[in-house]
């Protein structure tokens, strides 16, 4: 552990070096250094990734390394609001119990002196980990650096030091010195070459700037970005992989090329703070990646979340083969709730994602360490639900809880018409709630429900007849979550590619006290949302599976388990 000096010399550097640094976040100066005396656990996550107290925003680093789990994040040490950012570090050996260690970088040096942002680490072949990262000097120009641990012998790598040749990417006169951040993880090209990308934009023009290194220490951008596309505005926090074309669910090493494998491409959208990926190919000749036709860049694509989900970070995972991905969700109350709250942020359940077997999307499942925490397990089975009827899932800690769920229909035939302009999800599920009358469906859980139902979140589906194939539109509509009018309480909506010839829909939701993550169709679309019941809180929290479609749905089978806190949760 750090010394009593050295974490005064650390806080002092924290201190004298608070400036008028956001990027999109906003600042409050009276609150960003105001330490946090109280903590109101009320809402506080039990078995999602959180720091006692404080304000958390992007994951930052994620890797395996010598056994062990590392997770980097976005932290103010001193306060429940965005500021003072410095790298906190904590460490696991599944990926659900952690142990927070002292932080990894803080500001520093010249080049990271108001602020040591978002990144990503790379694990080198001669198995030595760097940490790259984006600082913002002395005139608020985005430099991208680097550090290497102090000590490779010490398991948890609990220093890190800065070589004395950063800044290692400076933005030159064709790049927006206030927009070029969050380098990537590196790969290792045919020639030999790591690369990485570096987030940024050009007037309202978004890009992966491309940077090649022969050996870790001096990068040269490339001519061209890796990929760019107009009128999408400032790319944060890419992310650039591959993925197996193969079928399996195993993941790809970063430096993974050839044949059966697609890449994706991730950007964090700050305009509208979603993220959005494509699937394509990479042409290692050219350093070009191309979208498949078959994506989209911007708001109009693929996304890894309909919800309160942003700047992902994902990493391979040598141990279990497997691509894992971090994201972080942010509040939806005010900051002066989270000052009175003392925290702000958390840190979702890593997912295993891969390629769909269709090669159109990802598809995401809650890593399966996850499931060591189910404790008490409640069944249902063949329960058949009339209009207007629903039914309490009694024997499950309702606030803290893991459902499984699997609903079916006789038929296809009383689907609602679907109507060709009805693109936007998000707007369709706010005119069509859950209370709202359909043909099949809208069916599915009311989560943190209160007993008579004054509040309540409900995730749910509901189907239509659509041009060519059937629409089948997912929900976690949060407009009923909570008696409080001060809350930001939308709903949430993706729509869900799935063939329906054998007339089933599964559902699992992750809840957790005031975040509901939802996978449809065994993940093929994502949903969290944050909420704030009045009254569903802990002991007083209900669920339901419910029936609001003139078909009748059956709950083929429910299985749902009260979660348990990790052991080592900080």
Known sequence: MASFKMLSIFIYVLLINIGGLHASHKIFPEYQSLDIEHVDPTFKTAYHFQPQKHWINDPNGPMYFNGVYHLFYQYNPWGAVWGNIVWAHSVSKDMVNWESIEPAIFPSEDYDINGCW????????????????????????????????????????????????????????????????????AWKGRDGHWRMVVGG????????????????????????????????????????????????KNGLDTSSLGENVKHVHKVSLDITRYEYYTLGTYLTHKD?????????????????????FYASKSFYDPVKLRRVMWGWAN???????????????????????????????????????????????????????????????????????????????????????????????ENLCGQKGSHVEGGIGPFGLLTLASEKLEEYTPVFFRIFNGPEKNVVLMCSDASKS??????????????????LKDNKLSLRSLIDHSVIESFGEKGKTCITSRVYPSLAIDNNAHLFVFNNGSEVVTVENLQAWSMRRPQSMN
Request: aromatic share 10%; proline share 8%.
């Open 288 to 308: 070009k990646y191309v979208p498949d036709n078959t994506s989209i860049d911007g708001w109009a694509g693929l996304r890894y979340d309909y919800g309160n």
């Open 118 to 185: 978002s990144g990503s680490a790379t694990v080198l072949p001669t198995n030595k980990p760097v940490i790259m990262y984006t600082g913002i000097d002395k005139t608020i120009r985005q430099l991208q650096n680097y550090a290497v641990p102090k000590n490779l012998s010490d398991p948890y790598l609990r220093e890190w030091i800065k070589p004395k040749n950063n800044p290692i990417a400076v933005p030159d006169k064709s790049e927006n010195a206030s927009a070029f951040r969050d380098p990537t993880t």
């Open 331 to 425: 509040e939806s109350d005010t900051e002066d709730d989270d000052v009175a709250k003392g925290w702000s942020g958390v840190q979702l359940i890593p997912r295993t994602v891969w390629l769909d077997p269709n090669g159109k999307q990802l598809l995401q499942w809650p890593i399966e360490e996850i499931e060591s925490l189910r404790d008490e397990k409640v069944e249902m089975s063949n329960l058949k639900l009339e209009k207007g009827d629903f039914s309490e899932v009694k024997g499950v800690t309702a606030a803290q809880a893991d459902v499984d769920v699997v609903f079916s229909f006789p038929s296809l035939e009383k689907a609602e018409k679907f109507d060709p302009s009805w693109d936007n999800a």
């Open 482 to 499: 909570s008696l409080s009018p001060n809350l930001y309480k939308p709903s949430f909506a993706g729509f869900v590619d799935v063939d």
């Open 201 to 248: 934009k050009r007037n309202m023009r978004g890009m992966t700037h491309l940077y090649r290194s022969k050996d870790f220490k001096n990068w040269i951008k490339a001519k061209h970005p890796l990929h760019s596309v107009p009128n999408t505005g400032m790319w944060e926090c890419p992310d650039f992989y591959p993925v197996s074309t193969s079928g399996a």
